[in-house]
């Protein structure tokens, strides 16, 4: 009987070949990893998503027919594609949508000079179910679609998010301001004193109550509501 593990199958889109390339090449040299399909833009993107199902697309967001958010909004929707992450791809210095892709549904974001060990395991992270947040890049990025210095301003949740935080037990207030610094659960564990099948479980018990799709959305939401700022 073979043992031997199935690759993980990713979808590359980006309108830059040349960026594809060097992201396939860093892929493909994995064991447990294998590209399956590359796309020019948004509209490609979808169709190859549809076809082949890969576990991870990783999306750039500014691409000529159909851009980077819509197709991911599309594909997030899509409930033949449920078991698909996409994580973006963004410049920072040039590209305001990261956020309105978390929004979308994807599982996080890399910048595009992401380094490849980093590549490698955000790939592997969202695909047993975390999410890809690095707490400066988030914090920077928010920072510059919400407001900054002195023009940041801590936000008043309204009625339908207020009532969504209010289902928060103390503990799990707690554990949503923990997920807003990026750690995994084990980082947390330790830093809370508690054990990280604990932490897991109070993660599930946060996204259920915030009805959020994973751990990226429901630091968007701190965020948005003022929790974090």
């Keep these: 009987m073979s043992t031997e593990q199935t690759p993980l199958r990713i979808l590359l889109a980006d309108d830059q070949a040349l960026l594809r390339a060097g992201f396939a090449m860093v892929i493909d040299s994995q064991t447990d990893l294998r590209v399956v399909d590359q796309a020019g833009n948004g509209q490609d993107a979808l169709t190859a998503a549809r076809v082949h199902r890969p576990d991870v697309v990783l999306m750039d967001i500014r691409m000529p027919v159909m851009d980077g958010l819509e197709a991911t909004r599309l594909i997030t929707e899509d409930p033949a594609l449920g078991a698909t992450r996409v994580i973006v791809l963004t410049t920072f210095d040039t590209d305001e949508y990261a956020l309105q892709a978390l929004r979308a549904g994807a599982a996080g974001f890399l910048l ?30 928010l920072d510059a679609t919400l407001g900054s210095g002195a023009q940041a301003r801590r936000r008043t949740p309204d009625v339908h998010q207020q009532g969504k935080l209010d289902r928060l037990t103390n503990r799990e207030q707690e554990i949503l301001l923990e997920l807003a610094t990026g750690d995994s659960n084990g980082e947390i564990a330790v830093r809370l004193f508690l054990s990280e099948a604990t932490i897991k479980t109070h993660v599930g018990q946060v996204l259920a109550k915030l009805e959020v799709r994973d751990r990226v959305q429901a630091v968007v939401f701190a965020y948005e509501t003022g929790l974090v700022y």
Excluded: F, H, N, W
């Excluded at 000079?113 to 047993?128: A, F, G, N, Q």
């Design 112 to 141: 595009k000079d992401v380094k490849p060990e980093t590549l490698l395991d955000s790939i592997r992270t969202v695909t047993t179910g975390g999410a890809v947040i690095a707490p400066t890049t988030t914090r920077r990025l």
